[in-house]
């Protein structure tokens, strides 16, 4: 035990700045964000763990516990849901970003079936209504169904995400 008590009586700024860091490792590791509040925690006590503060450890690690608790529930409470609704931006999902694009008609439609250009790649493709569109029309992607765009034309494509 008496180890234990040196070990703690020797606690300075750099210690708990390296306690952050392996706790910010940890987090990296997990990616749950709930070891974010430790180590956020652990950065700041090393700040009241200055020499020129002169703290005891006792105090340090009560110092600890206390920024724990509320960073933690603060985070879970707000941070989290934040960066949940963040990972619905469709940065990496390209099939969501088509949805409101323009394609061009390729191909001949036959029973509202047929192959569009969306950019430098051609897709099969159907119409929403089951009509035929021409060849070089413009028609707009309503949904996305694995490899099949469904289409429309502009009347009935999403006005906020459509583009010339």
């Known amino acids: 035990m008496d180890i234990l008590f040196s070990v703690f009586d020797r ?7 390296a306690i952050a860091g392996v706790i910010l490792i940890a987090e990296l590791l997990t990616g749950t964000t709930y070891l974010l509040w430790p180590a956020a925690a652990a950065f700041l006590t090393g700040f009241v763990a ?12 009560g110092v600890f516990i206390v920024l724990t608790l509320p960073l933690l529930w603060a985070g879970d409470r707000w941070v989290r849901p934040a960066l949940k609704s963040g990972s619905d931006s469709g940065l990496n999902d390209r099939s969501g970003r088509m949805v409101g694009q323009r394609v061009t008609v390729v191909g001949a439609f036959s029973a509202g079936q047929g192959r569009v250009r969306y950019g430098d790649t051609e897709w099969s493709a159907q119409t929403a209504d089951g009509s035929d569109p021409e060849t070089g029309a413009h028609w707009f992607v309503t949904e996305v169904r694995g490899v099949i765009l469904t289409i429309a034309p502009a009347a009935a494509a999403p006005d906020s995400q459509a583009t010339a």
Do not use: C, D, R, Y
Not at 11 to 17: L, Q
């Open 11 to 17: 606690m300075n700024m750099w210690a708990w700045w």
């Open 50 to 61: 200055m020499e020129t503060f002169g703290v005891s450890w006792p105090i340090q690690l």
